[in-house]
C-alpha cells in the first residue's frame, strides 16, 4: 500500500512542473473534475431557475447561481435548457469576459451522440423523412395543375354563355 501511495505520489509531483501557478493549478485540478460526460437527457432535467444546466459547444454549464447575476437575466438561460444552446450563446456576441466567467460553471462534457439533432426543413414532395409530407406534396402538385385549368374552363364557359346571338 506504502508502495502504491508513494507511485500516485510520484505521479502527482511529476505533473507539478506542467503546473507554473496556483490559479493553472485549480484549472488543472477542476478540469480533471470536470471531466464527467453526461447524456443528453440527464442534462435536459435540468431546466428550472433553482436548478440550470447548459449544453455550449459541447461543455455542460450548470449556471443555478449565476441566474440572478446573468446581465441578459435569467428567462433567456432558462429557455436555452434542453437544447444545445452553442448558437443562442454565440448569437449574442457574448464578450471575452463572459466566455472567461462561464469557465468557472462547468461541470462536465455531453455525450455528442445522445444530443437530438436538428430536422432540416425539407419542401413537400422533396422527400421528406415524414411519408405524410410526400402525400401532402402530390395534393399540392395536383392541386396547382386543376386550379388553372378550372379557371381556364370557367372563363370559356362565361364567354360561351355570354356570347352574343
Ligand atoms: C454560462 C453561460 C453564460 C454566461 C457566463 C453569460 C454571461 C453573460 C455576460 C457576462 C453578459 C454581459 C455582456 C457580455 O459581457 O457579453 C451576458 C449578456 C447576455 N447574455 Fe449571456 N451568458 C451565458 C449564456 C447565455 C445564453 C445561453 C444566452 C441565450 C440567448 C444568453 C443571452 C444573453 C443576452 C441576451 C445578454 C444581453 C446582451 C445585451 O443586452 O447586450 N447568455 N451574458
Same mark, same amino acid.
Given at each position: 500500500?506504502?508502495?502504491? !501511495?508513494?507511485?500516485?505520489?510520484?505521479?502527482?509531483?511529476?505533473?507539478?512542473?506542467?503546473v507554473?501557478c496556483i490559479d493553472q493549478l485549480i484549472?488543472?485540478?477542476?478540469?480533471?473534475?470536470?471531466?464527467? +460526460? @453526461? !447524456?443528453?437527457?440527464?442534462?435536459?432535467?435540468?431546466?428550472?431557475?433553482?436548478?440550470?444546466?447548459?449544453?455550449?459547444?459541447?461543455?455542460? @454549464?450548470?449556471?443555478?447561481?449565476?441566474?440572478?447575476?446573468?446581465?441578459?437575466?435569467?428567462?433567456?438561460?432558462?429557455?436555452? =435548457?434542453?437544447?444545445?444552446?452553442?448558437?443562442?450563446?454565440?448569437?449574442?456576441?457574448?464578450?471575452?469576459?463572459?466566455?472567461?466567467?462561464?469557465?468557472? @460553471? +462547468?461541470?462536465?462534457?455531453?455525450?455528442?451522440?445522445?444530443?437530438? =439533432?436538428?430536422?432540416?426543413?425539407?419542401?413537400?414532395?422533396?422527400?421528406?423523412?415524414?411519408?405524410?409530407?410526400?402525400?401532402?406534396?402530390?395534393?399540392?402538385?395536383?392541386?396547382?395543375?386543376?386550379?388553372?385549368?378550372?379557371?381556364?374552363?370557367?372563363?370559356?364557359? +362565361?364567354? =360561351? @354563355?355570354?356570347?352574343?346571338?
Amino acid at each position: 500500500f506504502v508502495r502504491l !501511495l508513494h507511485d500516485e505520489l510520484m505521479v502527482f509531483l511529476s505533473w507539478l512542473p506542467q503546473v507554473p501557478c496556483i490559479d493553472q493549478l485549480i484549472l488543472f485540478v477542476k478540469d480533471m473534475a470536470s471531466s464527467k +460526460v @453526461y !447524456l443528453f437527457d440527464e442534462i435536459a432535467k435540468h431546466n428550472k431557475t433553482k436548478d440550470c444546466w447548459l449544453i455550449i459547444s459541447g461543455k455542460v @454549464y450548470d449556471v443555478t447561481s449565476f441566474m440572478d447575476d446573468h446581465p441578459g437575466g435569467d428567462e433567456v438561460l432558462l429557455s436555452s =435548457t434542453g437544447k444545445d444552446a452553442t448558437n443562442d450563446f454565440e448569437d449574442v456576441g457574448h464578450s471575452d469576459d463572459a466566455r472567461e466567467t462561464m469557465e468557472k @460553471y +462547468v461541470i462536465g462534457e455531453v455525450d455528442a451522440t445522445t444530443v437530438p =439533432t436538428k430536422r432540416l426543413y425539407v419542401g413537400p414532395g422533396l422527400g421528406g423523412a415524414n411519408p405524410k409530407d410526400d402525400k401532402q406534396g402530390a395534393l399540392i402538385k395536383i392541386l396547382q395543375l386543376l386550379v388553372p385549368l378550372l379557371i381556364l374552363g370557367l372563363a370559356l364557359a +362565361v364567354r =360561351t @354563355y355570354t356570347k352574343k346571338e
